[in-house]
Nanobody, 127 residues
């Protein structure tokens, strides 16, 4: 399963960006729970947001609750991360990941739980 992130770039503090994660494999996001993680140099990869393959459940890191929204378009095999009110501490490389799991309600939140990863997209935020 190939995952390809896009939408990264530069934003000012208080601004917005929307990240996209696409796959060419049909039905991938309709059958895999997916999540966004982020990482900065010297730090471990951390969970940002996740969504069940049914789309009925989502989960967010406390640091982004109320500012970021994860969503999916199964028809177009794409998962999105809408990031509002960006802060300098949100600057990182953002990774999309998917997990093989038959539980339609499951939201994966740990890097070790994910089976497939994209290569990442860089987000910078200036104050």
């Amino acid at each position: 399963v190939e995952l390809v992130e896009s939408g990264g770039g530069s934003a000012q503090a208080g601004g917005s960006l929307t990240l996209s994660c696409a796959t060419s494999i049909r039905h991938t996001f309709s059958t895999y729970p997916t999540a966004w993680f982020r990482q900065t140099p010297g730090k471990e990869r951390e969970f940002v947001a996740g969504i069940s393959w049914s789309g009925s459940n989502t989960d967010y890191a406390d640091s982004v609750k109320g500012r970021f929204t994860i969503s999916k378009d199964n028809g177009n095999n794409t998962v999105f991360l809408k990031m509002n009110w960006l802060q300098p501490e949100d600057a990182a490389t953002y990774f999309c990941a998917a997990r093989l799991d038959i539980n339609p309600s499951m939201v994966a939140t740990t890097p070790s739980a994910m089976d497939y990863w994209g290569k990442g997209t860089l987000v910078t935020v200036s104050s």
